[in-house]
């Protein structure tokens, strides 16, 4: 008897183990011979804003000193995070040694990013003038009952705009640099939100001219923020629209003559709605977008109690996808030569949830954002924000980096332009993209599993068939192994803002630079192990992708 008691307890037991945690094993198969999509190499990018210190929702105020305005340029680690460490030779992991050192000199200063890109702009940027050319005062920011997102007018002074650009110059930032698009316009009287009239250059171009003898780079001007199709504070008409950025593009063409180093232009900045696009691309025309730019927000409010849950939830994640077939196909019919961009994103408005958007658990939906979007021909995604609000990719305060920082360095480093064609049938917790790695033979696989109970044993097929997938082949056996970078939250907390490289909690050098984030190499023979709440990166560089050759 007590024999039986003892059996079926531990069967009871080995039952409640398997429950809280089970194992499936996944062929995830990569269409090798062909792309589906491409990126900008520089797809990764991050926002900084205007808001001020009393910008507050929901009972907090999460911007500090962050808003750019009012932000230490001076900072050792911003500095950091944007150039990276002193190194002798790049270097991303045992396998890519032999080929760098091949195809790259040795340098004196290996940016982190290498080359990042930023988006200067945001609410308050179609209520800040400039202190340049007729422009002598410069007002502050200041609370304004009835104001546009209930603030006065701003200044972006000279001498800020000089300490902007000498940084980003010495950390080599890719700048997109959001334009009042409201100057010289007036409200219609009958809708509070509808603003009537040509936009007045003037004081942008004198910021251009003065930008341009300067000598400093500019990558993109943008023109506007959220003032598209139903607007958030303001809008303009679509027709309306097209003329004023057939202005923009007339100005940067004139102060910027030479060709090649001419900045682009690309815009509305805002939320999709598809008549609005259509006429507003149509009424554009060619020779004056270079990029396509919109806004998406796809997680509600900050305060919402379910953010967490949506977060994990690939089923509700998967809705985006629609949005940006949606936007693909717009840029496809209407402007083929500008490519699409998410020019802002931070998942959660209102500047993010303060207990789920700076955590690991964000990364999530950052991640998949980002394998999403590359998936449906965006050139560029742009991550509200680099520091400030909740949903930074640098604490506020201390400037350390959160958890989806190394996630968008991870993607920055490894991750090519070409993107590949992946699919599986195993759980929809496990997510998967893929594309030719960066600068390097092969190919590097995504994989993402919100499962918080299942571990997925991956077994990567490669699929040579043009037409069927059922003619598989198995990757060449030339390397022997592979590198993993598997990201987990620290002590299995997905709130944690500590983020662990195979085991290894990410954190600062005592200089305070950003630390090495060496793979570890696994035999090509085993299955990558992607565990519960875990974000794993593959690269495979005997992996036989034609695409990639």
Same mark, same amino acid.
């Given at each position: ?18 429950? /809280? ?30 808001? @001020? ?8 105020? @999460? ?93 972006? @002074? ?158 509700? /994640? ?168 598997? /990201? ?62």
């Amino acid at each position: 008897m007590m024999y039986t008691k003892s059996l079926l307890s531990c069967i009871l037991f080995l039952s409640l183990l398997f429950s /809280l945690s089970s194992a499936e094993d996944v062929k995830v198969s990569v269409k090798s011979v062909t792309s589906i999509a491409n990126t900008d190499e520089n797809f990764i990018c991050a926002t900084l804003d205007w808001w @001020p210190s009393n910008k507050c929702d929901y009972n907090q105020c @999460p911007w500090g000193q962050a808003g750019i305005l009012n932000l230490d340029l001076n900072n050792t680690i911003l500095s950091n995070a944007l150039k990276g460490m002193l190194k002798k030779w790049v270097k991303i992991g045992a396998l890519a040694i032999t080929y760098y050192l091949e195809v790259l000199i040795p340098c004196k200063i290996l940016a982190a990013f290498n080359t990042l890109r930023i988006r200067l702009g945001g609410s308050l940027q179609d209520q800040i003038v400039y202190q340049f050319g007729e422009q002598k005062e410069c007002p502050q920011l200041r609370k304004k009952n009835g104001g546009l997102f209930g603030f006065s007018e701003g200044c972006l @002074p000279m001498k800020k705009w000089d300490e902007i650009n000498d940084l980003f110059n010495k950390t080599g930032v890719k700048l997109t640099f959001g334009l009042n698009a409201l100057t010289g316009k007036n409200n219609s009287g009958h809708d509070k939100k509808e603003w009537l009239g040509n936009w007045d250059h003037t004081n942008a171009a004198s910021l251009m001219e003065y930008t341009a003898s300067k000598g400093y780079k500019i990558d993109s001007y943008e023109l506007g923020n959220e003032l598209c199709d139903q607007g958030i504070a303001a809008k303009v008409s679509s027709i309306q629209y097209a003329i004023d950025m057939k202005r923009l593009r007339g100005e940067v063409n004139r102060i910027y003559p030479d060709a090649c180093t001419r900045p682009k232009v690309v815009g509305p900045g805002g939320f999709f709605g598809k008549e609005w696009f259509h006429s507003f691309l149509q009424n554009t025309g060619p020779g004056v977008l270079d990029g396509v730019t919109h806004h998406i927000y796809n997680l509600g409010a900050g305060v919402d109690k379910d953010l967490i849950k949506k977060v994990q939830d690939p089923f509700y /994640l998967s809705q985006a996808a629609q949005l940006f077939k949606y936007v693909s196909e717009t840029v496809k019919t209407y402007t083929p030569w500008a490519g699409a961009w998410v020019g802002e994103s931070g998942g959660a408005y209102n500047s993010g949830g303060k207990d789920v958007s700076h955590t690991f658990v964000n990364g999530f939906w950052y991640l998949d954002q980002l394998g999403m979007a590359s998936t449906f021909n965006h050139m560029v995604y742009c991550r509200q924000t680099l520091i400030g609000g909740n949903y930074a990719l640098l604490n506020t305060t201390s400037f350390i980096p959160n958890p989806d920082y190394y996630g968008a360095l991870l993607w920055h480093r490894l991750m090519g332009s070409n993107v590949l064609s992946v699919s599986h049938e195993g759980s929809p917790y496990l997510r998967a993209y893929a594309h030719c790695s960066k600068k390097r033979p092969g190919i590097t696989v995504l994989l993402i599993n919100m499962s918080n109970s299942t571990s997925f044993n991956v077994s990567l097929v490669n699929d040579m068939n043009i037409n069927l997938p059922t003619e598989a082949k198995s990757i060449s056996m030339d390397s022997e192994t592979r590198e993993e970078y598997h /990201l987990t939250p620290k002590d299995g907390n997905i709130q944690s803002d500590v983020v662990l490289l195979n085991g290894t909690p990410l954190l600062l050098t005592e200089s305070l630079d950003i630390p090495d984030m060496k793979p570890k190499l696994v035999n090509l023979s085993s299955p990558i192990n992607v565990v519960p709440d875990s974000i794993v990166y593959v690269s495979l560089k005997n992996f036989n992708a034609p695409a990639c050759s």
